[in-house]
T-cell receptor, first 113, second 107 residues
C-alpha cells in the first residue's frame, strides 16, 4: 500500500511569490489533514477535509492560504503571496476514520526568503 | 492553556534504562489518544494508540488516565534507536499535538 506522498519535498521561494504544495493521501482515506511545524514550535493543525469538503479550517492562518481537494482525492495547499513567517514544514496526513490514527507524508519544507 | 502539554525533556538515559514521561490534555471530551515518534527532520510516525485500559507493545507501555486527563509512555530496556522526539497526540476530531518530549539514549 502506497503511503501519503507530498510534493515537492523542498521549496525555496522569495517573499511575495506563490507556492503550491500537493498531497496524495492513502487510497480510500476520506480524511485528509494539513499540518504545519514552524521552527521550534509544535505541529499545528491547519485544516481537515472529509472527501472534498472542508470539515474544519479553523487552523488556517489567514486568507493567503487556500486549500482544495477537488474530487476528494489529492489536495493542494497554495500560499499566495508567501511571507517570511510561512517558512516551516508542511505535513499532510490521512486517515480512514475520524478517530483513527493519522498516516503522515514526508512533509514539504518551505523556505521563504 | 495549551490543548496538549508535554515535558520537553530532554531525557538522557543510558542503554537499558527505563524512561517514562507524561502528557496532559485540556479537553475532557477527547476521544482517542496516540503516541507518535518523530526523528530529526522526518515525518511523525505512529508509535502506538493509547486505549483506556492501557496497552503494551513490546518495550513500550502506554497508559491513559481520564480522571486526571493525562497519558503516559514508558520505555523499558532503552535502545540507542529509541532516541527521538515523542509526540503526544489527542483526537477530539481535530488532532492536537504536544510539542514533543526528546529522549536521548546513550551507549
Amino acid at each position: 500500500e502506497a503511503g501519503v506522498t507530498q510534493f515537492p519535498s523542498h521549496s525555496v521561494i522569495e517573499k511575495g511569490q506563490t507556492v503550491t504544495l500537493r498531497c496524495d493521501p492513502i487510497s480510500g482515506h476520506d480524511n485528509l489533514y494539513w499540518y504545519r511545524r514552524v521552527m521550534g514550535k509544535e505541529i499545528k493543525f491547519l485544516l481537515h477535509f472529509v472527501k472534498e469538503s472542508k470539515q474544519d479550517e479553523s487552523g488556517m492562518p489567514n486568507n493567503r492560504f487556500l486549500a482544495e481537494r477537488t474530487g476528494g482525492t489529492y489536495s493542494t495547499l497554495k500560499v499566495q503571496p508567501a511571507e517570511l513567517e510561512d517558512s516551516g514544514v508542511y505535513f499532510c496526513a490521512s486517515s480512514q476514520s475520524l478517530d483513527g490514527p493519522l498516516h503522515f507524508g514526508n512533509g514539504t519544507r518551505l523556505t521563504v526568503t | 492553556r495549551k490543548e496538549v502539554e508535554q515535558d520537553p525533556g530532554p531525557f538522557n538515559v543510558p542503554e537499558g534504562a527505563t524512561v517514562a514521561f507524561n502528557c496532559t490534555y485540556s479537553n475532557s471530551a477527547s476521544q482517542s489518544f496516540f503516541w507518535y515518534r518523530q526523528d530529526c527532520r522526518k515525518e511523525p510516525k505512529l508509535l502506538m494508540s493509547v486505549y483506556s485500559s492501557g496497552n503494551e507493545d513490546g518495550r513500550f507501555t502506554a497508559q491513559l488516565n481520564r480522571a486526571s486527563q493525562y497519558i503516559s509512555l514508558l520505555i523499558r530496556d532503552s535502545k540507542l534507536s529509541d532516541s527521538a522526539t515523542y509526540l503526544c497526540v489527542v483526537n477530539d476530531y481535530k488532532l492536537s499535538f504536544g510539542a514533543g518530549t526528546t529522549v536521548t539514549v546513550r551507549a
